[in-house]
């Protein structure tokens, strides 16, 4: 039985209100899936009403069970949260981020309620969001604070390229704070558990160092003797597959080449950056981005969240030039979570 993937639309002055109506453009996602958005009916109509040859039509619907998840029809939770006239694509305003907002506790409550089997979101704007009165760094901690998850963390894929977080939206230098045993562990127990529900058994978990080459013993910094690698031999007494720590600068080479199936990393640009230099395509020719696929996870939810893995773009906002992969993978993702769940 195909599942309800519940999508939310964005930020409505960024991208996300033009890829999700690229991806419901095509026939074959229908076939995966039953795709279900949530946003504002006002914004969707304004960009099939200049892009007329796509021949879409508005379901507008109050609950997903309504739906026709028929292709040519978009499905529609329409929250009537914001009009166009209230602000302007490609500029942080008050109102977007509120809109935002409301699409992502709304999924979210869909998929507490078990109306919809997953959620995949569009981007959203921080300063936006915190503008508007919702004062979180992100999706990720919006999903922990509205389904009370204590212990959670970021997973980013591209392809078999896997890498999940100790501590993602914080200074670097509350990073380095953060990098716990406890913390550790945790992460790499999320981690193992992740792997096995897209279907790997015994995962190879790897486990980065937060100095460079690993401290040097202690000569760069004793982390890695103190907290992380007690972390990973505690993790391997419960049978996990783990390894570590291994130096960052040579670990996500190995990954890419097969050796790992995840990383476990220390914080936000250890594991964005490699993860975004291989998903991410820039086309100086033509000044655009030729590829942005990478996909965003909040794993150890008790529902299933997945994301593109880039932003609002207000830069290409209102173009027509974004491109749609990175939905399209984060809806395979949802799919792939939810057809394995134990939710």
């Not at 096995?196 to 000569?219: D, F, K, Q, T």
């Not at 982390?223 to 783990?242: L, R, S, W, Y």
């Not at 960052?248 to 220390?266: E, R």
């Not at 008790?302 to 932003?311: F, L």
Request: aromatic share 6%.
């Amino acid at each position: 039985m195909k599942k309800i993937i519940g999508i939310t639309m964005g930020d409505p002055a960024g991208i996300g209100p033009e890829i999700s109506i690229k991806t419901f453009a095509k026939e074959a996602l229908y076939q995966k899936c039953k795709p279900l958005l949530v946003g504002d009916q006002s914004v969707v109509e304004h960009y099939l009403a200049l892009h007329p040859e796509l021949s879409l039509t508005i379901n507008t619907i109050s609950m997903p069970s309504e739906g026709a998840y028929t292709f040519g029809k978009i499905d529609l939770i329409n929250l009537n949260s914001v009009e166009m006239e209230a602000f302007k694509i490609g500029e942080v305003s008050e109102v977007s981020g509120n809109a935002a907002f409301q699409y992502v506790k709304k999924v979210i409550d869909l998929a507490l309620t078990k109306e919809i089997d997953a959620t995949v979101t569009n981007p959203l704007n921080k300063e936006a969001l915190n503008l508007s009165g919702h004062n979180y760094a992100g999706h990720t901690e919006i999903y922990a604070d509205l389904t009370n998850t204590d212990k959670y963390t970021m997973m980013l894929a591209d392809g078999n390229l896997r890498v999940v977080h100790v501590s993602t939206h914080v200074s670097l230098r509350e990073a380095c704070n953060r990098v716990t045993k406890q913390r550790v562990l945790d992460v790499i127990r999320i981690a193992n558990k992740a792997c096995i529900g897209l279907g790997i058994e015994n995962p190879r978990v790897a486990v980065a160092g937060l100095n460079p080459h690993c401290g040097e013993n202690g000569m760069f910094g004793d982390e890695e003797i103190t907290e992380i690698n007690p972390a990973v031999e505690a993790a391997q007494n419960e049978g996990i597959n783990a390894f570590g720590s291994l130096s960052a600068d040579t670990l996500f080479s190995k990954i890419n080449g097969g050796m790992y199936d995840i990383v476990v990393a220390m914080y936000h640009d250890q594991g964005h950056i490699p993860l975004k230099l291989l998903g991410f395509v820039y086309d100086q020719e033509r000044e655009t981005w030729k590829a942005v696929e990478g996909v965003n996870i909040t794993l150890n939810l008790p529902i299933i969240r997945t994301s593109v893995d880039h932003g609002t773009a207000f830069d290409q906002s209102g173009k027509w030039t974004a491109s749609e992969a990175s939905l399209e993978n984060a809806i395979d993702y949802a799919i792939l979570l939810a057809k394995n769940s134990t939710y």
